[in-house]
Nanobody, 125 residues
Framework: QVHLVESGGGSVQAGGSLTLSCAASGVPYSSACMGWFRQAPGKEREGVAVIDSHGTARYADSVKGRFTISQDNDKNTLYLQMNSLRPEDTGMYYC???????????????????WGQGTQVTVSS
């Protein structure tokens, strides 16, 4: 059974930084594709940063140059380093993972099987 647990969310002022973590059990990160997604109130969920099973990353245009996705296969943990945060980055952040091989643009659309419960990020101006 796959279980994902996000952590690291919180409240920060604009320009600040946060690092999100997603610890997984039941699926080896070394052979999976995974990503971070967010949903703001009243808006649809959107892909933020994803990584395929070969380690190729893809980012939403809105976060390029500010966010970095990475993984630690030994710890089976996915990270999202978020710098220069903006109020529009506010939302619930979810990690997701899939054992299938998927292209990064497919991953970014959120077509993944397993999802965490989310961690809230609030950026104030």
């Amino acid at each position: 059974q796959v279980h994902l647990v996000e952590s690291g969310g919180g409240s920060v002022q604009a320009g600040g930084s946060l690092t999100l973590s997603c610890a997984a059990s039941g699926v080896p990160y070394s052979s999976a594709c995974m990503g971070w997604f967010r949903q703001a109130p009243g808006k649809e969920r959107e892909g933020v940063a994803v990584i395929d099973s070969h380690g190729t990353a893809r980012y939403a245009d809105s976060v390029k140059g500010r966010f970095t996705i990475s993984q630690d296969n030994d710890k089976n943990t996915l990270y999202l380093q978020m710098n220069s945060l903006r109020p529009e980055d506010t939302g619930m952040y979810y990690c997701a993972v899939d054992e299938r091989w998927l292209m990064t643009k497919t991953i970014l659309r959120g077509e993944l099987t397993y999802w965490g419960q989310g961690t809230q990020v609030t950026v104030s101006s």
